[in-house]
Nanobody, 125 residues
Framework: QVQLVESGGGLVQAGGSLRLSCAAS????????MGWFRQAPGKEREFVAT????????NYADSVQGRFTISRDNGNITVSLQMNSLKREDTAVYSC??????????????????WGQGTQVTVSS
């Protein structure tokens, strides 16, 4: 069993930065993918970024490539999402999730078993 708790959301102006963190309790094994997803009002949940716990391999959605960086801290068992050059369209609830089998390369939400409660990110113009 894995429990995930996100923090770091808030209100920021367009062009600004935020850093989200996800603290995990329980065992995270090397084959796990840890991911960030987001859901804006009236829209479906979408993939943002994923990292493979064992080797740190990452993958990003095209919409955030070059602006967002996902990273992990093995010692503290946390996953972070550094978000730079934020745009209004980045406004959403961001959720951290754990994918124990690495299904779908970590890019599809239905491969994830454990989810955090989500944290709101609002980007104003």
């Amino acid at each position: 069993q894995v429990q995930l708790v996100e923090s770091g959301g808030g209100l920021v102006q367009a062009g600004g930065s935020l850093r989200l963190s996800c603290a995990a309790s329980g065992r995270i094994f090397s084959n796990y993918h840890m991911g960030w997803f987001r859901q804006a009002p009236g829209k479906e949940r979408e993939f943002v970024a994923t990292i493979r716990w064992g080797d740190g391999n990452t993958n990003y959605a095209d919409s955030v490539q070059g602006r967002f960086t996902i990273s992990r801290d093995n010692g503290n068992i946390t996953v972070s999402l550094q978000m730079n050059s934020l745009k209004r369209e980045d406004t959403a609830v961001y959720s951290c999730a754990a994918n124990p089998l690495g299904a779908y390369g970590g890019t599809r939400s239905n491969g994830y078993v454990y989810w955090g409660q989500g944290t709101q990110v609002t980007v104003s113009s």
